[in-house]
T-cell receptor, first 113, second 110 residues
């Protein structure tokens, strides 16, 4: 069975441009999470979907970030316009139950120049 | 105070020794506790979960939880160079969020 997949694995864009990251969770996992790790810092929670609904988006840094999960399957995270401080690795994770194991994707490394 | 605190390390231990990794958390409503291992450039991988006070053993790994002290630890026995990685403590908090520590970098010296 496929794990959590993320695309692209690495994106290099200029400040002011737009980037869309995609996450395909494990099939059947209702819970989908986005996290971000900035160099040297802890993995920080961004938001949590349960199926297609945003359960918690308290970690989203600002309104330049927009996450969607249409149909409760894959999710996208759009950054528009990107700023230098948005650089980091964006991880997607999914889980079946509320407090069970998180399965992580390989991450999408974003570099904003 | 950070919600989940870990010493960033690096923690260096000789091959064959016991590596002890520690984590404290602030939310007393936290329900579940996890240790993830992350190799450089890779995604975090779950190695241990613990839900109740006491010890839980799995092979060379032992997780210890003390909810009264808000403390969780991971012991790695007979450490191997392949254990060299960053170990992330994660807590499923009372607000239904997974909160991660900064991670402890472990170096096992051959």
């Amino acid at each position: 069975e496929a794990g959590v997949t993320q695309f692209p694995s690495h994106s290099v864009i200029e400040k002011g441009q737009t980037v869309t990251l995609r996450c395909d969770p494990i099939s059947g996992h209702d819970n989908l999470y986005w996290y971000r790790r900035v160099m040297g810092k802890e993995i920080k929670f961004l938001l949590h979907f349960v199926k297609e609904s945003k359960q918690d988006e308290s970690g989203m840094p600002n309104n330049r970030f927009l996450a969607e999960r249409t149909g409760g399957t894959y999710s996208t995270l759009k950054v528009q316009p990107a700023e230098l401080e948005d650089s980091g690795v964006y991880f997607c994770a999914s889980s079946q139950g509320d407090s069970g194991e998180l399965f992580f994707g390989e991450g999408s490394r974003l570099t904003v120049l | 105070q950070k919600e989940v605190e870990q010493n960033s390390g690096p923690l260096s231990v000789p091959e064959g020794a016991i590596a002890s990794l520690n984590c404290t958390y602030s939310d007393r409503g936290s329900q579940s506790f996890f240790w993830y291992r992350q190799y450089s450039g890779k995604s975090p991988e779950l190695i241990m979960s613990i839900y109740s006070n006491g010890d839980k053993e799995d092979g060379r790994f032992t997780a210890q939880l003390n909810k009264a002290s808000q403390y969780v630890s991971l012991l790695i026995r007979d450490s191997q160079p392949s254990d060299s990685a960053t170990y992330l403590c994660a807590v499923f908090s009372g607000t239904y969020k997974y909160i991660f520590g900064t991670g402890t970098r472990l170096k096992v010296l051959a």
